[in-house]
C-alpha cells in the first residue's frame, strides 16, 4: 500500500524546511529549449544541502514496505501546448541504493504549467535497517527536453528503514511528553499513534493539543499492557515511562 500522504521528505539534521515555488527564484527563460530542473529550496537552506532529502521507514509502522516520494519538477523555456513525456535515471557514480529499493516511471510534464509533482517508489529491505544507502536522481535528456542550470538538475533522496531521532524529540519534549528518547520507544510510539498521526516526522506541526493527545494516547496503552501483566521495559532493562501528565 502506497503512503503518499504520509511520505516523511526532510534533510540530513532533519531540519524543516518548506519548498520554495519556481515562481519565487528569478530562473531564466530559454525561447530556444525546453529545460527541466527539480524545485530546491535554496532560500535559507546551506547550499550543500538544498538538493538533499530523507526517506525513513522508521517512522512508519513495521508493516510499511513501500513509500512514494513525491519531487517538484519546473520547467523553463516555452509553456507546453501539449503534453511531452521525459524521464528519470539514477547517477550510477553517486547511487549506493540497489535498484531492487526503488522504482522510477516514465512520466508526463503537463500543459501550461511551469511546476509539477512527479511520484516514484521506494522499498524497504533488511538492509535499510542498518544504513543509510543514496539515491541520486537527474534528467534523461532528449531531444525535446534539456537539462536545467546545474545546480537545479539533481536530487539527492537518502533512504533509510535506520532508527533515528527526530529533531522534536528535544530536551523539552522529553521534560513534558515523552520522556528519554529511545529507538524502541519511538518504534512504540508509531505504532501506537500512526492511525492519528500521519506525518510523524512533522509532529512538532501540529497543534498542541493532538500532540498531548497522542503522547496520552501512548502513555494508556502502557498504563494498559502493565495492568495486563505485559509491562514493557527498555532495552536496557527499566520500565518504560512517559512523563506526560494526565
Not at 527564484?25 to 537552506?45: A, C, H, K
Not at 508493516?63 to 519531487?71: F, G
Not at 505485559?230 to 536496557?236: G, H, L, N
Amino acid at each position: 500500500m502506497s503512503h503518499m500522504k504520509n511520505i516523511i521528505l526532510f534533510l540530513i539534521a532533519f531540519c524543516g524546511i518548506g519548498l520554495t515555488s519556481c515562481d519565487e527564484r528569478e530562473i531564466p527563460l530559454f525561447e530556444d529549449s525546453n529545460e527541466l530542473y527539480f524545485d530546491l529550496p535554496f532560500v535559507n537552506t546551506p547550499r550543500d544541502e538544498a538538493d538533499t532529502v530523507m526517506v525513513s521507514f522508521f517512522f512508519y509502522k513495521e508493516s510499511v514496505t513501500e513509500l512514494d516520494v513525491p519531487l517538484h519538477v519546473c520547467l523553463s523555456g516555452d509553456l507546453l501546448q501539449s503534453p511531452a513525456a521525459y524521464s528519470l535515471e539514477a547517477i550510477a557514480s553517486e547511487t549506493s541504493l540497489p535498484q531492487e529499493n526503488y522504482a522510477l516511471g516514465k512520466y508526463m510534464y503537463p500543459v501550461r504549467q511551469t511546476i509539477d509533482t512527479i511520484i516514484f517508489q521506494v522499498y524497504k529491505s533488511k538492509r535499510l535497517e542498518t544504513k543509510v544507502d543514496t539515491l541520486t536522481l537527474t534528467f534523461e535528456v532528449s531531444d525535446y527536453f534539456k537539462l536545467g542550470q546545474k545546480e537545479y538538475a539533481k536530487r539527492v533522496i537518502l533512504v533509510t528503514a535506520e532508527a533515528l531521532c527526530p529533531r522534536w524529540w528535544n530536551r523539552d519534549f522529553s521534560f513534558a511528553m515523552l520522556g528519554e528518547y529511545s529507538p524502541k520507544k519511538m518504534r512504540l510510539f508509531v505504532n501506537t499513534v500512526s492511525d492519528e498521526v500521519e506525518d510523524i516526522l512533522h509532529f512538532d506541526e501540529l497543534d498542541p493539543a493532538l500532540q498531548r493527545k497522542a503522547c496520552l494516547k501512548f502513555k494508556y496503552w502502557l498504563e494498559e499492557e502493565k495492568k495486563a501483566g505485559r509491562t514493557v521495559y527498555e532495552d536496557d532493562g527499566r520500565e518504560m515511562t512517559v512523563n506526560v501528565i494526565g
